[in-house]
């Protein structure tokens, strides 16, 4: 469900994302969602919309500001390409965070499309919530049966996927098998997985 914080209490239910995940931590619970990608257009129309607004806490000199802006904008848009799935990540009912992956079963492999995680303004830091993120796609190559997962590093995050486990070669990084089951062992001593079945409905505000 989408919720306008300007009309909170009078909303039409239009964001029909699948809960898959809790993940608890000592800040709190952040829950997953994958977005449907043929329902929620609207809807994650409407979180770019935010964004452009200028509903991300100023932490960035302006020029890099507008570049995470960008950024973003490709993420979003990068769900509607054949064959990506995108998982969003919610705090208190607002986005906090989003990564786009496609998987490649000929060269069984998953790539990341994007990641972009963001401090919302009524929000502090959420420590971890890019690699909450990762922690899901790593569990989902294990439970396919994938034997990597690459990507292409940008907005200067190559050290952020080094402290992950990546191997960085000139512009490309991956990460194989045995060190993503390394890197997820780490990952749980951080943060709590917790996998959801119910499927019951998140409402979001944006």
């Known amino acids: ?79 509607n390409k054949t064959g990506t799935k995108g998982i969003l990540s919610v705090k208190k009912g607002t986005p906090t965070g989003l990564i786009t992956y496609s998987v490649y079963r000929p060269n069984n492999e998953i790539y990341i499309d994007y990641l972009a995680s963001w401090i919302p303004k009524n929000m502090g830091k959420i420590k971890n919530n890019g690699k909450m993120l990762v922690s899901h796609v790593y569990r989902e190559a294990l439970d396919l049966g994938m034997s990597d997962i690459t990507l292409i590093p940008g907005f200067a995050s190559a050290p952020f996927y080094e402290k992950l486990g990546f191997n960085i070669n000139k512009h490309n990084a991956s990460i194989d098998l045995n060190e993503i089951k390394k890197q997820l062992e780490k990952l749980n001593k951080k943060f709590l997985y917790i996998k959801k079945t119910d499927g019951k409905n998140v409402d979001i505000k944006i």
Do not use: C, H
């Not at 619970?29 to 919309?49: A, V």
């Open 1 to 79: 469900m989408l919720i306008s914080n300007n009309n909170y209490n009078n909303y039409t239910p239009n964001f029909t994302a699948i809960p898959i995940a809790d993940i608890a931590s000592a800040q709190g619970k952040i829950t997953l969602l994958q977005i449907d990608k043929y329902t929620d257009n609207i809807s994650m129309q409407n979180l770019l919309n935010s964004f452009l607004d200028g509903n991300i806490r100023e932490r960035f000199p302006n020029t890099l500001m507008e570049a995470m802006k960008i950024f973003i904008k490709n993420a979003i848009t990068s769900i």
